[in-house]
Every structure is written in C-alpha cells, then in structure tokens.
Nanobody, 121 residues
Framework: VQLQASGGGSVQTGGSLRISCAAS????????LGWFRQAPGKEREFVAS????????NYADSVKGRFTISRDSAKNTMWLQMNNLIVEDTAVYYC???????????????WGQGTQVTVSS
C-alpha cells in the first residue's frame, strides 16, 4: 500500500482547507483509511477514519462538526475537508491505512508522508 498526501497550506482562523490522499495497492475491500495529525511537541493523534468499502466514518471529538472525511474508491482518493479551522488544528497531517480495522479501532499500519496545515490567528 502506498499513500500520498497533498493539499496542506496556511489559513487564518475560521478558514477552510481540503487535503487529499492518493492510495494505491488497496487489494482488499476491508481496508479502513484515515487521518492522524501531529502538532509540535505533541503525540500523533487520531483525526478521522472511513471504511473504504461502505464509507462509514468516525471522527475525533475535537473535529466533529468541522471536518468531513470522504473517499472516491474508483479514484482511490480520500479527502479531509476542514472547515472553521482553529489554531489548535495546526499540525502535520498524515494519511494512513489499516487492512482489517474498523473505523473505531483504526490504527495506522501503512503511512503516507505528512502534509503541513498551519492556522494562524
């Protein structure tokens, strides 16, 4: 499995960004994909996950109502639409894949490179 994240950037508080993850090598319909993020000096944390086959989703409480994860399985692409961004969302965002996990037990077994998201006040 190979994952390629893109689309990060800098916005002001309240702004929006959409980041993408291009996936290849997803040979099974059981994959769950998702996003983690890591802010400076902090541990990596879960953001959102999506079941590749059915599209069911799960979100961290900190982003519920502001972020939306989606995918197009035909294009092997996943997105994270981030609205109403706050300074605390500043982090490197990583896309990840889990061959057998559910959206709630999602762990990163395969990782893409990160993309930087910076939110300024």
């Amino acid at each position: 499995v190979q994952l390629q994240a893109s689309g990060g950037g800098s916005v002001q508080t309240g702004g929006s960004l959409r980041i993408s993850c291009a996936a290849s090598g997803l040979t099974s319909s059981t994959y769950t994909l998702g996003w983690f993020r890591q802010a400076p000096g902090k541990e990596r944390e879960f953001v959102a996950s999506i079941l590749w086959s059915r599209g069911s989703t799960n979100y961290a409480d900190s982003v519920k109502g502001r972020f939306t994860i989606s995918r197009d399985s035909a294009k092997n692409t996943m997105w994270l639409q981030m609205n109403n961004l706050i300074v605390e969302d500043t982090a490197v965002y990583y896309c990840a894949a889990d061959p057998l996990g559910t959206v709630r037990s999602f762990k990163g077994y395969f990782w893409g490179q990160g993309t930087q998201v910076t939110v300024s006040s």
